[in-house]
């Protein structure tokens, strides 16, 4: 019998630890196949040591929570609402995957005619990008990320961020889809460079493989998250999110005490998001009149508030102002 159940927990392991939903990806070239821009031991401690902590440690973060069934694009799309745990570790874990898929020990790989096209436009030529990625690159104060982007209007754009953040996030100051990503935490290149970053910069560009970059961009004009991207730059409506969450969602709890401290806040969020920039592909008249409903239940509310009204009256505006919010929210999804 104790065996029998040393076989059931020894199984019931296996598969709680096989279900973990993130894994470290396989390499398309071999550890040495970067030298001597990338140095094999570099590469063997970067892949299998530190982006293997980032899924390990991403794995543990959400595991029993509801964050386990999300696709990681949508936890790094709402990074200021999840933990830093969370968001460090799905950077992680995405940034790597990106930086490892663009590197290649092929030679004099070529973008495609489109992708050519795109960076003339935007950059003039392929020497005044590299330049620019170089540039916020070596600017990036401490560990971080350079990136080439693809924007939500379609154009592309150099931009870099802190730590594991990347131009998906939510904190990212501008967002888009990353096409390349270039790791400038010292992880990445001291033991063959040691403090000379700038040598490192000049080396990667010689790795880049502009095949997978090309098609990266092919893949990203027609990816639904550059959308989801332009409907969640609107800054106003996530505001509106948080307070909705600290005040609505302890009424269920029947703890009436957030909505009585923050209901002057929620009628002031509520006009700042009436007054906002609605996203483009948003703007038609259901969201405009969500909006002004909202605007007139946070009002309610916080008269309600004020003159100390039962707490079943104000729990059914707080209902409804709920819905309301919701219906702009599905809005942005679709
Ligand atoms: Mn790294």
């Not at 799905?90 to 070529?110: Q, R, V």
Request: aromatic share 10%; net charge neutral; charged share 25%.
């Amino acid at each position: 019998m104790k065996k029998i159940l040393f076989l059931f927990v020894l199984l019931a392991n296996y598969l709680s630890f096989s279900q973990s939903p993130y894994t470290l990806p396989q390499l398309k070239y071999t550890y040495a196949a970067l030298e001597p821009s990338i140095d094999s031991t570099t590469m063997i401690i970067h892949h299998t040591k530190h982006h293997q902590a980032y899924v390990n440690n991403l794995n543990k973060a959400i595991a029993g929570t509801k964050l386990e069934s999300l696709p990681l694009e949508e936890l790094l799309l709402n990074a200021t609402l999840i933990p830093d745990a969370v968001r460090n570790n799905a950077g992680g874990h995405y940034n790597h995957s990106l930086f490892w898929e663009i590197l290649t020990p092929k030679k004099d790989t070529k973008p495609s005619l489109e992708l050519f096209k795109a960076i003339e436009t935007n950059f003039k030529n392929i020497d005044s990008l590299k330049k620019l990625m170089n540039q916020a690159a070596s600017t990036r104060f401490g560990s971080g990320w350079a990136w080439l982007i693809l924007t939500p209007d379609k154009k592309l754009a150099v931009t870099s961020t802190a730590n594991q953040d990347n131009p998906i996030m939510d904190v990212a100051s501008v967002r888009g889809i990353p096409l390349i990503g270039i790791d400038v935490w010292e992880h990445a290149y001291y033991l063959k460079y040691q403090n000379k970053r700038t040598d490192y910069l000049g080396a990667i560009w010689n790795l880049i493989d502009w095949e997978t970059v090309s098609l990266k961009y092919m893949n990203a004009l027609s990816n639904p998250l550059l959308e989801k991207i332009e409907k969640d730059n609107w800054k106003e409506l996530k505001d509106f999110y948080k307070i909705i969450i600290e005040t609505c969602h302890p009424l269920e709890e029947n703890n009436f005490g957030p909505i009585r401290e923050l209901s002057g806040e929620l009628y002031l969020k509520a006009l700042i998001l009436k007054k906002s920039t609605i996203p483009t592909s948003l703007k038609h008249e259901k969201t405009k009149l969500a909006l002004e409903k909202m605007l007139i239940l946070s009002k309610e509310i916080h008269a309600m508030v004020e003159k100390n009204e039962k707490e079943e009256h104000i729990r059914k505006k707080m209902e409804e102002l709920h819905t309301t919010f919701h219906e702009v929210q599905a809005y942005c999804m679709h």
